[in-house]
């Protein structure tokens, strides 16, 4: 594990094209409308706005006018920093880097239907602010139904938070919170609205070649009262802010006879598919949204019932609608309908009807774009494909950290134990907890690849292995075929010896885990960790960076002595010859429905992703690539770390049971090992924020998984076994993923949805058989509540709602007391 930036294989000219074009190609194109700006005025750190309704511009193919609107909010009188430059004399991150202006899209600006005010020019004045404290005043209070960002980080590091607080007319004023990313970072993923090849750096002097990026976030705003002003985060100097744009879309008034507002929100033709009566049928995902401020929450606001979604155009048929049973006011919700026969240039028209077939909304001139069925080694291309409806709806899987680090299975406190082999080496002196650790036990004639023998696998099971990651809850697993020590779990070929079937165990382990999961466990999907560099490899030296330098390690105890590299191959080259077949060869021979890479750095996954798909493609089945493959990933992947707040993109967090290490560390008691209560409380708390959970072990060398994370693992899927329901196939709640402001007494609780249910998970045991939610719920009269608990839900609970939104839920003592780790409350809609 761990990160570096990742580089690339292409030549300046490629670099240049690819970026370019890709910059724009996600703009979601509206026809303009009238706009007529108006001129801050600054007192201060503060700057009060007018909001005037300025056009959406985009620079696209031009489509019908939009239901769903944005009005920009000028921030320019803030400005206090400039990003972009012509030549790299702008100064974005005090360290003399910056973009370059030639890559940036002038302004008026559209991005995901939504309009910001950026600079018509770039290059010559000022561009964004610094988050410092600032207060944006609105001119007059507005609901504001949700709220939109374009931000970037001049930190090179991790993400990290920034603190929004929202104040309102009633005198309220909450937290909304940022998970902020870094103008370029590692892992690489596709999920910057503005993308360019590179950041000048040294005041122009020289580039870095990492993908360098301006984000977009929107997040839904509580519009229980009217927002009067923005307060920025007061930042960390070395966790800078740096705002672009911000944009806000009003709720729409509500009158004395008001019935639901509906806008379409957004319409994505994706990369995904499902058989309809044996057609491959296209996904397409609708984002339907009630503007109506939260505070008219009533059965005549809301859409209450089933209501379909379909799709025509020219040649475009609906195979499977998408249905929706419940909008509340102040809330958004996404569907999947199914179609075919989507071309490019083809505009299309999603309607919406009710039961009896009635129009409710129409919004025409959406541009379609077909299924793609043969890919190929397209950096444009593949950038549209995404992972699964499968791997969103499974929600949780099994890492597994398995090889001949097993053996010495030891790191000091807070490191990675699988690290073992590179943490010996640096620094080989008496300061490295690890080097004296291999003094004191092995000695100093113990090389790393004497434990080679000792990964014996002796123990190892494949089926009682899948059986447990199956009673565990865990709908997939990734297996570590080959870490950064470069010994393969799997077949290698004439590439390297050193691996599994050669040495050690003498056993193909890849194949007989994959191969037992398919035939014994076939809805347990299958995935393959692969680490692109090595460490030591000769082979790599001439690729080697950072923590990878790739070359013969030096003996640890003698400098003067050359460490082997047991099953070494001399092959030309290490990209070409080893790593790009290694990884063909987990696609399509071992037949992994999950790539999952490590460290990034040169690659030709753009070759390895076209075969990889059109394998899956011509096998019936859908696939998925990480963020770490150094292209065009599918999902991001935090480590040892979660997402303070929902984000719209695919996104997994893996960590290991382990609370230092993915590794087996012996090190580590099993008292501090994630216990039932972490794991489902981490589960849940991520799947509210559109996430899915990754959880590792670290077997022994012999293959054992050991007792205290047997009976972990089991503990968890104890409660998914009752309270999957509200974890398995449901997505967030665009209204918020938890109550942020409990009463006094009531626990912590996260919200998930279906079509048809709505899901309340407390955190703690609710005292006295009452959980209160002070936050509003899509909760009406009719709806049912069950507690979900062991034999099945509970027959329906006493609630109440009262004006103000406060939800109040009677259980018996007696359900309450037969549920560990958190307690789930499922509402299921009236009609």
Not at 321 to 344: F, K, N, T
Not at 614 to 627: P, R
Not at 693 to 710: H, K, N, R, S, Y
Request: charged share 15%.
């Amino acid at each position: 594990m761990r990160g570096y930036p990742s580089l690339r294989r292409m030549n300046a000219s490629s670099r240049m094209h690819f970026f370019k074009t890709l910059s724009y190609k996600r703009c979601f194109v509206l026809s303009p409308l009238a706009s007529t700006p108006s001129t801050p005025m600054v007192f201060g750190k503060e700057v009060h706005l007018g909001l005037v309704l300025l056009g959406l511009f985009g620079h696209c193919l031009a489509a019908s006018p939009p239901q769903f609107t944005s009005t920009p909010i000028p921030i320019s009188g803030l400005f206090d920093n400039q990003a972009a430059s012509v030549d790299g004399s702008a100064d974005f991150d005090g360290k003399g880097s910056s973009f370059d202006s030639s890559f940036l899209p002038p302004g008026p600006w559209n991005y995901d239907g939504i309009s910001y005010d950026l600079p018509q020019t770039w290059g010559s004045q000022p561009d964004n602010v610094i988050a410092n404290g600032q207060v944006v005043r609105l001119a007059k209070p507005v609901s504001v139904h949700e709220l939109h960002f374009l931000y970037a980080g001049d930190d090179t590091g991790n993400e990290f938070v920034a603190n929004f607080r929202l104040n309102f007319s009633n005198q309220d004023s909450q937290p909304v919170q940022l998970y902020a990313k870094n103008y370029y970072r590692w892992p690489l993923l596709n999920d910057g609205a503005i993308q360019t090849p590179y950041n000048f750096v040294n005041h122009g002097a020289d580039k870095n070649w990492n993908k360098t990026q301006i984000y977009q976030w929107s997040t839904s705003i509580p519009s229980e009262a009217e927002l009067e002003s923005i307060t920025f985060p007061l930042m960390n100097p070395s966790h800078r802010l740096h705002l672009f744009a911000l944009s806000l879309s009003e709720s729409t008034p509500q009158s004395s006879n008001s019935t639901p507002a509906l806008a379409i929100r957004r319409m994505r033709f994706t990369s995904r598919w499902e058989l309809v009566d044996g057609v491959r049928a296209q996904a397409v995902e609708v984002t339907l949204a009630n503007t109506l401020p939260s505070r008219s929450l009533a059965p005549q606001t809301s859409l209450i019932g089933i209501h379909q979604l379909t799709i025509t155009g020219d040649g475009i048929r609906t195979l499977a609608p998408g249905v929706i049973h419940r909008l509340v006011p102040g809330d958004q919700a996404r569907v999947d309908v199914l179609v075919s026969g989507s071309q490019d240039g083809i505009l299309s028209t999603i309607h919406v009807t009710d039961a009896n077939n009635n129009s409710v909304v129409e919004s025409s001139g959406w541009p379609a774009t077909p299924l793609v069925e043969n890919w190929t080694p397209d950096a444009d291309l593949l950038a549209t494909h995404e992972s699964p409806s499968w791997w969103k709806q499974a929600k949780y899987g099994i890492f597994i950290h398995w090889g001949v680090y097993s053996y010495p299975a030891w790191a000091s406190p807070n490191n990675y134990a699988e690290w073992y082999t590179w943490d010996l080496h640096n620094p080989p002196d008496a300061s490295n907890p690890t080097w004296n650790h291999h003094l004191e036990t092995y000695g100093p004639d113990v090389v790393y690849d004497d434990f080679i023998p000792k990964f014996t696998a002796s123990k190892f099971n494949a089926s009682s292995w899948v059986d447990l990651f199956d009673r565990a809850g865990a709908k997939y697993f990734v297996l570590v075929t080959k870490h950064h020590d470069g010994f393969a779990l799997f077949e290698t070929g004439n590439t390297t010896n050193r691996n599994s079937l050669k040495l050690g165990p003498k056993r193909d382990l890849v194949a007989e885990l994959l191969d037992t999961a398919k035939r014994e466990k076939p809805d347990l999907h299958r995935g393959t960790y692969y680490s692109l560099p090595e460490w030591f490899n000769p082979d790599y030296a001439k690729y080697g960076f950072g923590p990878w330098p790739g070359g013969l390690a030096h003996n640890a105890f003698n400098s003067t002595e050359i460490e082997p590299y047991t099953g070494y191959v001399n092959v030309t080259d290490y990209i070409d010859d080893l790593q790009y077949p290694h990884m063909l060869d987990l696609a399509l021979r071992y037949d992994t429905e999950i790539m999952w890479c490590d460290i990034g750095g040169p690659n030709r996954t753009l070759d390895f992703a076209a075969q990889f798909y059109n394998h899956a493609m011509a096998s019936g089945k859908q696939v998925t690539m990480n963020n770490r493959c150094g292209a065009v990933p599918d999902f991001d992947t935090p480590e040892y770390a979660t997402f303070g707040s929902i984000q719209p993109q695919n996104w997994e967090s893996s960590e290991g049971m382990d609370p230092f290490s993915y590794g087996l560390n012996s090190a580590t008691s099993a008292s501090q090992y994630k216990n039932g209560t972490t794991i489902v409380q981490t589960l849940v708390d991520i799947v509210s924020k559109n996430g899915n959970f990754l959880l590792d072990i670290g077997p022994t060398a012999e293959g054992e998984i050991i007792e205290p994370m047997v009976t972990n693992l089991l503990d968890a899927g104890s409660w998914l076994a009752h309270s999957g329901d509200c974890v398995y196939s449901t997505t967030y709640s665009f209204q918020g993923s938890q109550d942020i402001d409990p009463p006094a007494g009531s626990p912590p609780a996260r919200f998930t949805r279906t079509p048809t249910t709505f899901c309340i998970i407390a955190f703690a045991r609710p005292a006295s058989g009452t959980l209160v939610i002070q936050k509003r719920l899509p909760v009406l009269p009719g709806d049912e509540i069950v507690f979900m608990k062991p034999g099945g839900p509970s027959s329906p609970l006493e609630w109440e709602m009262d004006e103000g939104g406060k939800l109040t839920i009677k259980a018996s003592e007696s359900d309450l007391n037969e549920v560990q780790f958190a307690w789930a409350f499922q509402v299921r809609y009236g009609q």
